[in-house]
């Protein structure tokens, strides 16, 4: 049951009650003699007897059943209400010229599950006075149809519910992602196979299915009769199931329905997460708003935004003869709709980007941004993840794409990128070597321009650079590209942590991407897009909605932040929050223009040469390639990002060569399409 609510209208109605009773109290007391005891007492515990089903207190007529059978006949006849509660006002009392009989104007309200229109009427009972009773002078005469308008004999209230249709998740300029599909559910019809045959029949049909016999056979003997036991739910146009072979095998059904669905399975899956049959956590707390056996959100969007897509459940009430089961209905509440839910994605490039990724066995991901807005337009996570989004949570080390911030706080020191740097096969630092990648270019080394150092990745030239930024002006550079440890951004996600104090060694790994500088594949697609778009660039992927923005805050506050496993790889620690951070400086178009000549630069005289020759406008991009593990087991994060036009790009895979090797084909190949 639903917890109690105050609105206008209860306040209204309330009002309105009180003024009719002052004034037909005062009708009744000029109406007759001031002998006549007050009827109102009686009509009072009528009215309290009638909300609570305790008819104790009621006086009533000799002719009327004793309180206790009432009470049963009550209790037999609201039974299918459930646990919705009524309210009983007296609204006017009405002494007959005789002063030995009155009326009592009755409303009625029942507050029904499921929806916030009660159920409410008008009623009168009979009064009799009794003159020889000083304590109890006027008494009150049952009759059934207290209980609800025309009420016979045997007839019995129910409510039943509808469950809403649930809003579609659209894209870029309103394109169906998740819409209404059709499917079929295949299972055992209980009618169509003997009793004694039902376990060979569930098994058979679970050995085609591939799924668990034992469970399954179990389930479809448990059954009743006539039940029809679900085995599984598959788009009509599933290639990986043949519907009429499956329908042949025996007592086999296939039921035709729709549910909400993407347009593949895969589709952004770890990021607008799935549908399913309400859970017993879901359903306990919605306070009454989600029911056992609905659809509900289960994971990612579609659970943080529930509330905005599942509509308004509507609501039927009936009064049931229990005699041929003749119906009258008395009240019909219709469903509302859900809202649709928008946003940015564009459905060719994230079928696109996993269509890349649908090879790669660890985890990767693939996000692309338009600078101009934020959209984010693919958030794609390939199949190694195992369900979770790595493209937005996936927590990692950058390597030396996060060279694009230590840059940028490098010319906030005075730097051009034509300063002169050194970049010397080796730099130690408090008795740690830091040396550069296996081969890397001879030509780099030595005194070198800050952008063939950044070109080539010089890791060298950017330590020995260290003294120009510490680890605080390091994180508002981040911050200033966007990586803003705090952000909120309306669906879960995590940009990046900068730590604010570090030892010299750890200030060393920070500059070129390691040591405790995480981020995620969303949050190097926003350092690219703030470097495209030539200010911070705050990406978005739910278009701004009151009632969605309303809806999905209610959901990150009452799950604690990014739902279903969102959390860092096992490789790498999970990022401390970092709240009560000074305001972010902007990035400005000056320091835009020299990151964009660096990172053209990588394409020109860098690692990334493969991109040169990508039609459309020049490419800006930045490698990078970060060691996780121990010893032995070392292993490398491959990273790229870039600038192409009005779309940036982050390409990461968890284990690989390196960014140029592995991630650069995939973006080479995600561009070219």
Same mark, same amino acid.
């Given at each position: 049951?639903?917890?109690?609510?105050?609105?206008?209208?209860?306040?209204?109605?309330?009002?309105?009650?009180?003024?009719? =009773?002052?004034?037909?109290?005062?009708?009744?007391?000029?109406?007759?003699?001031?002998?006549?005891?007050?009827?109102?007492?009686?009509?009072?515990?009528?009215?309290?007897?009638?909300?609570?089903?305790?008819?104790?207190? =009621?006086?009533?007529?000799?002719?009327?059943?004793?309180?206790?059978?009432?009470?049963?006949?009550?209790?037999?006849?609201?039974?299918?209400?459930?646990?919705?509660?009524?309210?009983?006002?007296?609204?006017?009392?009405?002494?007959?010229?005789?002063?030995?009989?009155?009326?009592?104007?009755? +409303?009625?309200?029942?507050?029904?599950?499921?929806?916030?229109?009660?159920?409410?009427?008008?009623?009168?009972?009979? #009064?009799?006075? =009794?003159?020889?009773?000083?304590?109890?002078?006027?008494?009150?005469?049952?009759? #059934?149809?207290?209980?609800?308008?025309?009420?016979?004999?045997?007839?019995?209230?129910?409510?039943?519910?509808?469950?809403?249709?649930?809003?579609?998740?659209?894209?870029?300029?309103?394109?169906?992602?998740?819409?209404?599909?059709?499917?079929?559910?295949?299972?055992?019809?209980?009618?169509?196979?003997?009793?004694?045959?039902?376990?060979? /029949?569930?098994?058979?049909?679970?050995?085609?299915?591939?799924? &668990?016999?034992?469970?399954?056979?179990?389930?479809?003997?448990?059954?009743?009769?006539?039940?029809?036991?679900?085995?599984?739910?598959?788009?009509?146009?599933?290639?990986?199931?043949?519907?009429?072979?499956?329908?042949?095998?025996?007592?086999?059904?296939?039921?035709?329905?729709?549910?909400?669905?993407?347009?593949?399975?895969?589709? /952004?899956?770890?990021?607008?997460?799935?549908?399913?049959?309400?859970?017993?956590?879901?359903?306990?707390?919605?306070?009454?708003?989600?029911?056992?056996?609905?659809?509900?959100?289960?994971?990612?969007?579609?659970?943080?935004?529930?509330?905005?897509?599942?509509?308004?459940?509507?609501?039927?009430?009936?009064? %049931?003869?229990?005699?041929?089961? +003749?119906?009258?209905?008395?009240? &019909? %509440?219709?469903?509302?709709?859900?809202?649709?839910?928008?946003?940015?994605?564009?459905?060719?490039?994230?079928?696109?980007?996993?269509?890349?990724?649908?090879?790669?066995?660890?985890?990767?991901?693939?996000?692309? #941004?338009?600078?101009?807005?934020?959209?984010?337009?693919?958030?794609?996570?390939?199949?190694?993840?195992?369900?979770?989004?790595?493209?937005?949570?996936?927590?990692?080390?950058?390597?030396?794409?996060?060279?694009?911030?230590?840059?940028? /706080?490098?010319?906030?020191?005075?730097?051009?990128?034509?300063?002169?740097?050194?970049?010397?096969?080796? %730099?130690?630092?408090?008795?740690?070597?830091?040396?550069?990648?296996?081969?890397?270019?001879?030509?780099?080394?030595?005194?070198?321009?800050?952008?063939?150092?950044?070109?080539?990745?010089?890791?060298?030239?950017?330590?020995?650079?260290?003294?120009?930024?510490?680890?605080?002006?390091? $994180?508002?550079?981040?911050?200033?590209?966007?990586?803003?440890?705090?952000?909120?951004?309306?669906?879960?996600?995590?940009?990046?942590?900068?730590?604010?104090?570090?030892?010299?060694?750890?200030?060393?790994?920070?500059?070129?991407?390691?040591?405790?500088?995480?981020?995620?594949?969303?949050?190097?697609?926003?350092?690219?897009?703030?470097?495209?778009?030539?200010?911070?660039?705050?990406?978005?992927?739910?278009?701004?909605?009151?009632?969605?923005?309303?809806?999905?805050?209610?959901?990150?506050?009452?799950?604690?932040?990014?739902? &279903?496993?969102?959390?860092?790889?096992?490789?790498?620690?999970?990022?401390?929050?970092?709240? &009560?951070?000074?305001?972010?400086?902007?990035?400005?178009?000056?320091?835009?223009?020299? #990151?964009?000549?660096?990172?053209?630069?990588?394409?020109?005289?860098?690692?990334?040469? $493969?991109? +040169?020759?990508?039609?459309?406008?020049?490419?800006?991009?930045?490698?990078?390639? /970060?060691?996780?593990?121990?010893?032995?087991?070392?292993?490398?994060?491959?990273?790229?990002?870039?600038?192409?036009?009005?779309?940036?790009?982050?390409?990461?895979?968890?284990?690989?060569?390196?960014?140029?090797?592995?991630?650069?084909?995939?973006?080479?190949?995600?561009?070219?399409?």
């Amino acid at each position: 049951m639903r917890a109690a609510r105050t609105t206008g209208r209860d306040a209204a109605r309330r009002w309105a009650t009180a003024v009719l =009773v002052a004034a037909s109290t005062t009708a009744g007391l000029a109406a007759c003699s001031p002998s006549v005891p007050d009827a109102r007492p009686a009509a009072d515990a009528l009215a309290d007897a009638l909300g609570s089903g305790d008819f104790g207190a =009621v006086p009533l007529t000799g002719d009327s059943p004793a309180p206790d059978e009432i009470a049963a006949t009550r209790a037999a006849v609201v039974e299918g209400l459930g646990e919705s509660t009524a309210t009983a006002t007296v609204q006017e009392v009405t002494v007959a010229q005789d002063e030995q009989s009155a009326t009592a104007r009755l +409303a009625v309200a029942w507050d029904l599950p499921w929806t916030d229109q009660d159920w409410s009427y008008e009623v009168t009972a009979r #009064l009799e006075r =009794v003159e020889d009773d000083a304590e109890q002078p006027w008494r009150a005469a049952w009759q #059934l149809p207290l209980l609800g308008p025309d009420l016979t004999e045997g007839e019995r209230l129910t409510v039943s519910r509808q469950s809403a249709a649930r809003g579609p998740v659209l894209g870029q300029g309103d394109a169906a992602i998740v819409v209404d599909r059709p499917v079929r559910r295949i299972g055992i019809d209980r009618t169509r196979v003997a009793e004694g045959d039902v376990d060979a /029949a569930a098994r058979a049909l679970a050995g085609a299915l591939g799924t &668990d016999a034992d469970a399954y056979a179990a389930r479809a003997v448990a059954a009743g009769p006539k039940a029809f036991v679900e085995a599984i739910v598959v788009r009509e146009e599933d290639p990986s199931y043949d519907l009429a072979a499956l329908g042949a095998l025996p007592g086999v059904t296939l039921v035709a329905d729709e549910i909400p669905l993407a347009p593949t399975r895969a589709f /952004a899956r770890p990021v607008l997460g799935t549908v399913g049959e309400a859970t017993a956590e879901i359903i306990e707390a919605s306070e009454g708003a989600v029911a056992a056996g609905d659809q509900a959100g289960l994971s990612g969007l579609q659970r943080q935004y529930d509330d905005h897509l599942r509509g308004t459940p509507g609501v039927t009430l009936r009064a %049931v003869a229990q005699d041929g089961g +003749a119906e009258r209905l008395l009240l &019909d %509440v219709p469903p509302v709709p859900g809202e649709p839910l928008r946003t940015t994605l564009d459905l060719d490039l994230q079928t696109r980007a996993e269509g890349l990724l649908a090879g790669i066995e660890p985890a990767a991901a693939i996000v692309a #941004l338009r600078p101009s807005t934020g959209e984010v337009l693919a958030a794609a996570s390939g199949p190694g993840g195992e369900g979770l989004s790595t493209a937005t949570v996936g927590q990692y080390a950058p390597g030396s794409t996060f060279k694009v911030v230590s840059a940028l /706080a490098y010319l906030r020191g005075g730097l051009t990128p034509d300063s002169t740097v050194s970049c010397p096969p080796t %730099v130690t630092v408090d008795g740690r070597t830091f040396q550069n990648f296996p081969g890397y270019p001879a030509s780099a080394l030595g005194d070198v321009p800050l952008r063939t150092a950044f070109a080539n990745s010089c890791n060298t030239a950017m330590i020995g650079l260290r003294d120009m930024a510490d680890q605080g002006e390091l $994180l508002a550079a981040a911050r200033s590209l966007g990586l803003e440890p705090a952000a909120e951004l309306g669906f879960p996600a995590f940009l990046g942590t900068v730590p604010d104090e570090a030892s010299a060694t750890a200030h060393a790994a920070s500059v070129i991407g390691q040591g405790q500088v995480l981020t995620s594949p969303l949050g190097m697609a926003t350092v690219a897009a703030s470097v495209g778009a030539g200010r911070t660039v705050v990406p978005h992927l739910v278009v701004p909605d009151a009632d969605a923005a309303q809806a999905g805050t209610r959901a990150g506050d009452a799950e604690g932040g990014p739902a &279903d496993g969102a959390a860092a790889d096992d490789g790498d620690a999970s990022a401390e929050p970092q709240d &009560d951070l000074p305001a972010a400086t902007p990035l400005t178009g000056d320091e835009a223009s020299a #990151l964009q000549a660096m990172m053209r630069a990588v394409v020109t005289e860098g690692g990334a040469g $493969l991109l +040169a020759d990508v039609p459309g406008d020049p490419v800006l991009a930045k490698t990078g390639t /970060a060691q996780f593990g121990q010893d032995a087991d070392l292993r490398n994060h491959a990273w790229i990002i870039a600038v192409h036009g009005d779309l940036a790009v982050a390409v990461f895979v968890s284990e690989g060569d390196y960014g140029s090797t592995t991630a650069g084909p995939l973006l080479r190949a995600f561009l070219a399409g």
